[in-house]
Each structure stands twice: as structure tokens, then as C-alpha cells.
Nanobody, 121 residues
Framework: QVQLVESGGGSVQPGGSLRLSCTAS????????MGWYRQAPGKQRELVAT???????NYANSVKDRFTISRDNAKNTMDLQMNNLNTEDTAVYYC???????????????WGQGTQVTVSP
């Protein structure tokens, strides 16, 4: 069973920065795609950013130019650098990893437990 553990959450004021990290219990090079999602109170979980094993990156429009996703296959970690945070970024942030498991394209998806990010004056 793959375990994904997030760290780096916390409380900051608007305009501040945080760096989230996701550490996997197995080599992340085996995951075709990894990403960060978030869920604010009363809202659905939404995509923040994804990064493929080939380095293709996708950001939600709301975080473009403020957040940067990266992965280090050698360290089995994926990070999310979050700058210029605002109150709308307050949410639980989840690490996600997807692996394609057969030639038909079936996938297995893994989630971390989440880390709280709170942005308040």
C-alpha cells in the first residue's frame, strides 16, 4: 500500500508564503502523474496543480503565477511552493499520485491525509 504524507501546512497572513511537501513510501518515478488538490470548507475538492513524470505541469487559473509545483524523483518528494497567499487559498491540501497499471490505461490513484493551510489577517 502506497503512503503519501504531506507536510508544511500552517497559518500565514495574506501575502505570505508556505511550502508543502509530499513524501511517498515508494519511488515516485512509478507514478505517471502527481498533484496537489485542495478542499475548502463547504466546497468540493479542486485541482491546484499537477506534474507528470515527464515534467508536464498544469495549474488551476486561481494559482497561476503564485504557486510552483515540483517533484524530485531521487528524493521521492513533490513540493508546492505557494507565494502571495490570500484568504481564498485557505483549505486542506492533499497530495495525489496516479499510476497507469496496464496497457488499457487503467489507473490506480493514491491520496494523502491532507495538511491544513490557513490564510488570515
Amino acid at each position: 500500500q502506497v503512503q503519501l504524507v504531506e507536510s508544511g501546512g500552517g497559518s500565514v497572513q495574506p501575502g505570505g508564503s508556505l511550502r508543502l511537501s509530499c513524501t511517498a513510501s515508494r519511488r515516485i518515478s512509478r507514478f505517471d502523474s502527481m498533484g496537489w488538490y485542495r478542499q475548502a470548507p463547504g466546497k468540493q475538492r479542486e485541482l491546484v496543480a499537477t506534474i507528470s513524470n515527464g515534467g508536464n505541469i498544469n495549474y488551476a487559473n486561481s494559482v497561476k503565477d503564485r504557486f510552483t509545483i515540483s517533484r524530485d524523483n531521487a528524493k521521492n518528494t513533490m513540493d508546492l511552493q505557494m507565494n502571495n497567499l490570500n484568504t481564498e487559498d485557505t483549505a486542506v491540501y492533499y497530495c495525489n499520485a496516479i499510476a497507469v497499471v496496464n496497457v488499457e490505461g487503467a489507473t490506480v490513484q493514491h491520496w494523502g491525509q491532507g495538511t491544513q493551510v490557513t490564510v488570515s489577517p
